[in-house]
Structures are given as structure tokens and as C-alpha cells.
């Protein structure tokens, strides 16, 4: 089974870190990549789609709101999960207007909350089965 790419698109290199290594130790079978602007992520996604992507609204270059709508229009079934630090009701509404699917606000959503989220869009996928660290083969 191929593992589940995950793709987390941050400019601030010290959050985006924090967030690949709350998720590597809970999902250990788990594909990390990052990326720090649009073109960047871009790049990526078209070489390897991934399966989840976290994106922050406020990027170099183009916002995270116009990737999501074209990430969503190339690529329909990846999961974009928006983690802002803004927590206006009209960014939530553009995210979700742009195709993302869930909305998160930093400093508001714990790390917990954030990993409940994954464990259901992995369940979601199929992919809980293949290796969760909560899971015991015995």
C-alpha cells in the first residue's frame, strides 16, 4: 500500500515544522512534504499529488485561498484542510467558497483537535488500517 502524502504549505518555517513533526509522531507511516509559497507547493503537488494538504491563507506571492481553488480544480479529491491564523468569519466562508474542506484557526484548534481531524480524513480514505500509531498488530 502506498503511504498517504501529506503536504503542509507554511511560510512560517518554525510553525510548519511544528506541525510536520505533531504529525510524523503520531502517523508514522505518513509521507511529509513542505512547502513555503505557491509556486513551491505547485511544484510539488504536480509531482507527487498528495492526499492532505494543510495550507495557511497568508503566503508569499499568491494567497492560500486562490492555490485552494486551483489545487481543487486540478485535483478534486486531495483534502485542504485551511490553518490560519485568522479567525474572521469571511475567511472561513472564501476557504470554503475556494474548495477547502475544513477550516482551522491556530492558537484556537490544539494539537489534539488537529490530529483527530487526520485520523478521520485517514479513516475517511482507507487508510486507518494501514498503520496508525494508536493501533497494536498483536
Given at each position: 500500500?502506498?503511504?498517504?502524502?501529506?503536504?503542509?504549505?507554511?511560510?512560517?518555517?518554525?510553525?510548519?515544522?511544528?506541525?510536520?513533526e505533531i504529525l510524523a509522531g503520531?502517523?508514522?507511516f505518513m509521507s511529509i512534504e513542505e512547502a513555503?509559497?505557491?509556486?513551491?507547493?505547485l511544484q510539488k503537488i504536480d509531482l507527487s499529488t498528495p492526499d492532505?494538504?494543510?495550507m495557511d491563507i497568508k503566503l508569499p506571492g499568491e494567497n492560500g485561498l486562490q492555490l485552494t481553488r486551483?489545487?481543487?480544480?486540478k485535483y478534486?479529491?486531495?483534502?485542504?484542510?485551511?490553518?490560519?491564523?485568522?479567525?474572521?468569519p469571511e475567511y472561513r466562508e472564501a476557504?470554503?467558497?475556494?474548495?477547502a474542506n475544513h477550516f482551522m484557526v491556530k492558537g484556537l484548534s490544539t494539537n489534539e483537535e488537529i490530529l483527530a481531524l487526520v485520523e478521520s480524513i485517514?479513516?475517511?480514505s482507507g487508510f486507518a488500517a494501514a498503520g496508525s500509531a494508536k493501533e497494536n498488530p498483536s
Open positions: 500500500m502506498r503511504p498517504f502524502k501529506t503536504l503542509i504549505v507554511e511560510d512560517n518555517v518554525s510553525f510548519r515544522q511544528t506541525l510536520l503520531r502517523f508514522p513555503g509559497d505557491g509556486d513551491e507547493a492532505l494538504i494543510f486551483k489545487i481543487k480544480a478534486s479529491e486531495v483534502v485542504v484542510i485551511v490553518l490560519t491564523s485568522y479567525d474572521f476557504a470554503f467558497q475556494n474548495g485517514l479513516e475517511d
